[in-house]
């Protein structure tokens, strides 16, 4: 079949137009958790590694294509085309098999220097950090600093922050085997599974402050999809302020609804369960040895938070209430009981939470 | 039906019946069985397509609710482990089943009872999975089934995998004990090792997969069943026991299970060009000997699915490197394809097409295999949708298309009318350009940090645009498989006749008529060299040009009498089907904790397996 000359000259047109739109829409949208833009040395050499292998791939995949459709135009049938019977070529294939293997050997170089350089502890002015995965949330414990937080990660920018992944045999809620969950932030670095009754480790770094997104990428069941987290890079003078504000108590409340609130929170007698501090505390300072051992988040300075219950929700009183009423209801497997709040119980409760700063 | 010629044996009449239902039920043909494997496989198919629609249509925008996580969470499990153990792996059993006889010149496999048993095996362990939907949940752990998530799961779901699966690896590894004697032992006479057919070599490479294989993931299966059931701790840390345990089993398993997956659909592949291209293929030994290299090869590289398990800079650095140099193998077989078309006389049809389709898609599916050597870049892509794009480039674009291109080449020879060429390209183009469309975005919102098994995810990520594309996609492909089942439906009554050899083949397949008789083979060929078929047609002239043998080639449809009444074939069976449904009994057993039932379950097994041996494979005096 003839295609018409001016259809013909449009293709290459049409479609360098097509692969300008689809790669345009790959980069212009936001996507903060875009592994392809990191922020920080751990993640800056992993993007090293794929800006060398994703080239050479691009290029052998357009050969390879390319001398497909060739054969197949070239050799397709026509009146009179006889194949041409020939069984191999010893010296051809010899070369084929050479050429890959050389591109794989150079290739192989400089991911093993990386993996090797990667693994390296730091050694200078390194923030010490532990992550405890939990279903559905995470507790990062400070143990230079003796503090303890939950589902954002502050960190100072521009020094290196050692993981420690410390993978929790048991499940603090019901006692059953914890599972395995992955620490993720791309744009800091690559990710690293916690693994019950293992350590592993990773280091990750900022450059600039910021807020990264991140999330489990290993399956842990109902809550998976929701199990999200941030990293909030500040200049290190406003991490040590963040520190020290995270390590001082938060004011007694003075309105009487927080009071309540406050009440409510240590001594309250639900219908279905304990008052929150049988799982909670408001305290973010610990003693080394002694580290916390709280079934659910630390909520020291949850005013101060953008977000809660694994940084799914924003931290509003709007969000809270049906969190509190029934957090299954807006977050499956969700490990917080509906406690079987009164609305004024609820309404105290967010009162006294919004003190906590 | 029954006469009285027939001697009782124990509990049965030895069953007579060739056709109706009962024929099927007991029938030991290697024909028959690979046609039951191929529709049961494709009933499957529609299933799990289905499940993926329900993913696809979860996922097509943020925050939607179509699906909750409970059941986003049965149905992304169930449908990986369709497509892999009741799709893949049994199509091409399917296709084994029924060619690996014909293209060997032989009249059954080695162990025609053996072969129904892992059918009926196969069927009820596929049932007995399914049937978690409506007995208190399916398996939500994934296919990969990750301790102690898998311990920990609430419901029955993860005991139906854990027996479940181990009902299905007796039925793959029955089968491939048969099919490795089978082409071991009954080639033609003169059918040597290099003269087999591609898909043979590549078939008795995936059978020793199978039986090296299977037993690992039976061993972990095994454990995992205990610490579920029993209250075992093979993988509980706060007693000892350990996750990575699950980890290293599973994916010494897993990784091979890959090769198993794909090596057939090469091997259909390297049979299926040089039929369209009319000419042998390129570089035979080389081909057939990446196939084998894979096969070792594939062994040694499971822990590249754990990198960011914790396994320290060493081992994560030796994996990386057997996972790059796997590549070279792969890389000589499709230089071999782009061989073997180079210079050819390329017929466009339906076959070749999928062909030619998986060629290119399985290009993509390995060179993005390569990113994921790059360990500490692979940090960043695992359980991301970057790997999921990833081996759906392999496993559809590769495996599911070399099936199609299989079944649109063999189906003539199975049921003596082809497909319609028409509906056939159709499907093609329906089929890759919605495969594209749902796959090919993955890529992208897998860099931009998409994970995995999500149910849902919230809007600004980045992710809306293409995540809407790939479910266009998914929708496209459903209606390609539509079209196949019309084609289907179309061709059954009024496709072309397609007489013995519709396509000018190369292999003993295409010598005989289509369908072909019981016994296969009136006379057991005499095999002269590789593709005997194509040169006992041709000749070739000095210059290379085949020229046709107009004394050679027989008419085989010009037979005028049955010359296949004195050839003594194995007699049907009750006893392969007796002794396979005991196993879901035992396995119903074990999920209720019954121990009656566990034990009436096995008592079937044994008696039919009793009645099995006292019965001799094929009656005397007929």
């Not at chain 1, 929150?276 to 300075?301: F, I, K, M, R, S």
């Not at chain 2, 042998?280 to 040694?300: K, S």
């Not at chain 2, 041996?613 to 005096?621: F, N, R, T």
């Amino acid at each position: 079949m003839r295609i018409p000359n001016r259809v013909r000259n449009r293709t290459p047109l049409a479609l360098a137009v097509a692969a300008a739109a689809f790669l345009g829409s790959a980069c212009a949208e936001q996507a903060p958790q875009d592994v392809l833009a990191p922020e920080g040395w751990y993640a800056e050499k992993a993007d090293d590694l794929w800006n060398l292998v994703f080239p050479i791939a691009v290029v052998i995949f357009f050969i390879v294509q390319a001398l497909l459709i060739y054969a197949l135009v070239r050799f397709r049938h026509r009146p009179g085309r006889e194949a041409q019977q020939f069984h191999g070529n010893t010296k051809l294939e010899v070369v084929l098999t050479a050429i890959p293997a050389l591109i794989l050997a150079g290739i192989a170089v400089p991911t093993v220097r990386t993996v090797f350089e990667l693994t390296n502890e730091p050694t200078e002015n390194v923030l010490n950090v532990t992550v405890k995965a939990h279903r559905f949330w995470w507790e990062y414990q400070y143990p230079d600093l003796g503090l303890v937080t939950a589902n954002e990660l502050h960190i100072p920018t521009g020094q290196p922050v050692r993981v420690r992944l410390e993978g929790i045999p048991t499940d603090r809620v019901d006692s059953t085997a914890q599972v395995i969950h992955a620490f993720w932030v791309p744009r800091l670095a690559g990710k690293q599974d916690v693994v019950p009754g293992r350590v592993n480790y990773i280091t990750l770094e900022a450059d600039e402050p910021g807020i990264y997104a991140g999330q489990c990428t290993e399956f842990c069941g109902l809550g998976h999809a929701e199990m999200r987290l941030r990293v909030i890079a500040h200049d290190p003078e406003a991490f040590d302020e963040w520190a020290r504000d995270l390590a001082e108590p938060a004011s007694a409340p003075t309105d009487s609804l927080a009071r309540e609130g406050e009440r409510l929170f240590n001594e309250g007698q639900f219908p279905n369960g304990p008052p929150c501090v049988a799982c909670h505390a408001v305290d973010a300072t610990y003693e080394a040895g002694n580290e916390p051992q709280q079934a659910g988040p630390n909520l020291a300075d949850f005013a101060n938070r953008d977000t809660f219950a694994a940084a799914i929700f924003e931290n509003t009183e709007e969000n809270l209430a049906p969190w509190l009423r029934d957090p299954n209801a807006v977050k499956e497997g969700a490990r917080m009981p509906a406690l079987g709040l009164s609305e004024d119980q609820i309404r105290a409760l967010i009162a006294y939470l919004q003190t906590l700063e | 039906m029954a006469s009285a010629a027939v001697p009782r044996r124990g509990m049965f009449a030895r069953p007579t019946a060739k056709t109706g239902v009962w024929g099927w039920v007991t029938t030991v043909d290697h024909k028959k069985i690979g046609i039951m494997y191929g529709v049961t496989a494709f009933v499957f198919f529609i299933l799990g397509g289905l499940e993926a629609l329900a993913i696809r249509t979860q996922l097509a925008a943020p925050n939607q609710e179509t699906l909750s996580a409970d059941v986003y969470n049965q149905f992304f499990t169930m449908h990986g482990l369709t497509m892999i153990f009741l799709v893949v792996m049994p199509m091409g059993t399917a296709l084994m089943n029924y060619f690996i006889p014909l293209m060997i010149g032989a009249r059954d496999v080695a162990f025609p009872r053996l072969n129904a048993l892992s059918y009926w095996v196969f069927l009820f362990g596929g049932l007995f999975l399914y049937s978690s939907f409506f007995l208190g949940g399916a398996p939500d752990g994934g296919w990969f089934g990750y301790a102690p998530l898998s311990t920990e799961l609430p419901g029955p779901g993860m005991t139906f995998y854990a027996v479940g699966l181990q009902i299905l690896g007796v039925a793959s590894i029955a089968g491939a004990v048969n099919f490795i004697v089978t082409i071991i032992n009954m080639r033609a006479p003169g059918m040597t090792f290099m003269r087999l057919p591609v898909f043979i070599w590549m078939t008795l490479v995936t059978s020793f997969l199978l039986l090296f294989a299977l037993p690992v993931i039976a061993v972990a299966l095994f454990q995992l069943m205990f610490d579920r059931v029993y209250e075992a701790n093979f993988f509980n840390p706060a007693a000892g026991g350990d996750p990575l345990l699950w980890q290293h089993l599973f994916w010494l398993f897993g990784h091979p299970e890959v090769y198993i997956m794909i090596l057939p659909a090469m091997g259909i592949v390297s049979d299926i060009l040089p039929t369209f291209a009319r000419k042998p293929i390129f570089g035979y030994a080389a081909i057939v000997f990446a196939g084998i290299a894979i096969g070792f090869m594939g062994w040694g590289v499971w822990a590249h699915h754990m990198f960011t398990s914790g396994l320290g800079p060493v081992a994560n650095s030796a994996f990386a490197l057997s996972t790059m140099f796997i590549a070279v193998p792969t890389g000589i077989k499709i230089f071999n394809w782009l061989g073997t078309l180079w210079g050819g006389d390329i017929r466009f049809t339906t076959p070749l097409l999928f062909a030619v389709g998986f060629v290119a898609m399985f290009v993509i599916g390995g060179l993005s295999g390569v990113t994921h050597s790059i360990v500490p870049h692979d940090a960043q892509q695992h359980d991301t949708y970057y790997v999921v794009a990833h081996f759906h480039y392999v496993l559809f674009g590769g495996a599911i298309f070399g099936i199609f291109a299989g079944l649109y080449y063999w189906w003539p020879k199975v049921f003596g009318r082809l497909l319609s060429e028409g509906l056939g390209k159709l499907h093609f183009w329906l089929m890759i350009i919605g495969f594209n469309l749902a796959f090919g975005p993955m890529h992208i919102y897998g860099l931009q940090g998409m994970p995995r098994r999500i149910y849902t995810y919230p809007d600004g990520m980045g992710w809306n645009f293409w995540n809407l594309v790939s479910t266009i996609g998914a929708f496209a492909i459903a209606l390609s498989v539509l079209v196949f089942l019309g084609n289907v439906i179309v061709s059954r009554r009024r496709g072309e006749i397609a007489g013995a050899d519709p396509w000018d083949g190369r292999t003993l397949e295409w010598s005989i008529p289509s369908p072909p008789p019981e016994y296969n083979f009136a006379e057991i060929p005499i095999v002269k060299r590789r593709d005997d078929w194509w040169y006992t047609k041709y000749t070739e002239t000095p210059e290379g040009v085949p020229t046709p043998v107009h004394t050679g080639g027989v008419d085989v449809d010009d037979e005028d009498e049955d010359p296949g009444r004195h050839i003594h074939l194995p007699d049907p069976s009750y006893f392969p089907i007796v002794a396979a449904a005991g196993l879901p009994v035992t396995g119903y057993g074990v999920i209720y904790e019954n121990p009656v039932l566990i034990a009436a379950g096995l008592v079937v097994t044994l008696l039919g397996l009793f009645g099995w041996v006292l019965e001799p494979s094929a009656e005397e005096g007929h």
